[in-house]
């Protein structure tokens, strides 16, 4: 059974950091593309990062480039998101993903919250 497990989500300071996690098991996670995505409060879900199966190519959406970075750990079956310089409009919750051609797995979602 597939199971997408995300960590790491919390109460932050602007300007702190955090590193979310995704524990994947049930498929086989070095084949897929795995990606972060992140709803706010009354706004619609975004990509916010993703990663290729060999971890040769990653994306990002532009509000979060140069502070956030994604990877992943294949022998592990775990993709990360590092978030420094964390902004209080990043306040969202994030969700993992993993995609392979008609095949679309999502996690439950980790809460973060950045204020003051």
């Known amino acids: 059974q597939v199971q997408l497990v995300e960590s790491g989500g919390g109460l932050v300071q602007p300007g702190g950091s955090l590193r979310l996690s995704c524990a994947a098991s049930?498929?086989?996670?070095?084949?897929?593309?795995m990606s972060w995505y992140r709803q706010a409060p009354g706004k619609e879900r975004e990509l916010v990062a993703s990663i290729t199966g060999a971890g040769a190519l990653t994306n990002y959406i532009d509000s979060v480039k140069g502070r956030f970075t994604i990877s992943r750990d294949n022998a592990k079956n775990t993709v990360y998101l590092q978030m420094n310089s964390l902004k209080l409009e990043d306040t969202a919750v994030y969700y993992c993903n993993a995609y392979r051609d008609r095949s679309d797995y999502w996690g439950q979602g980790t809460l973060v919250t950045v204020s003051s």
């Open positions: 049930g498929f086989a996670f070095n084949g897929y593309v």
